[in-house]
Nanobody, 118 residues
């Protein structure tokens, strides 16, 4: 079982930037695709960005061109650089391993809160 710890959230003004990190325990991190997800109050968890074990990336239309997902396998860490933030990006952000058929391979972490407000 891989444990996931998200960090880097906070309060930021519209148009600002944040960089989220996801620290994963265990060396198997490098073997799996990873994803960033978010859940806003009263809404279902949604997929934001994905990265394969080979570092191919994909993004939800709502964040394309603003967010960048990356990974450092030597550090067992996943990142999400978020630029040009909008109020609608406000949510708790989570990371998890994934396959095309399984959105969450491991137990979900506590997430990190991102609030975009002036």
């Amino acid at each position: 079982q891989v444990q996931l710890v998200e960090s880097g959230g906070g309060l930021v003004q519209p148009g600002g930037s944040l960089k989220l990190s996801c620290a994963a325990s265990g060396s198997i991190f490098r073997l799996y695709g990873m994803g960033w997800y978010r859940q806003a109050p009263g809404k279902q968890r949604e997929l934001v960005a994905t990265i394969t074990s080979g570092s191919n990336t994909n993004y939800a239309d709502s964040v394309k061109g603003r967010f960048t997902i990356s990974r450092d396998n030597a550090k067992n860490t996943l990142y999400l650089q978020m630029n040009s933030l909008k109020p609608e990006d406000t949510a708790v952000y989570y990371c998890n391993g994934r396959t095309p058929s399984t959105p969450g391979l491991w137990s979900w972490g506590q997430g990190t809160q991102v609030t975009v407000a002036s």
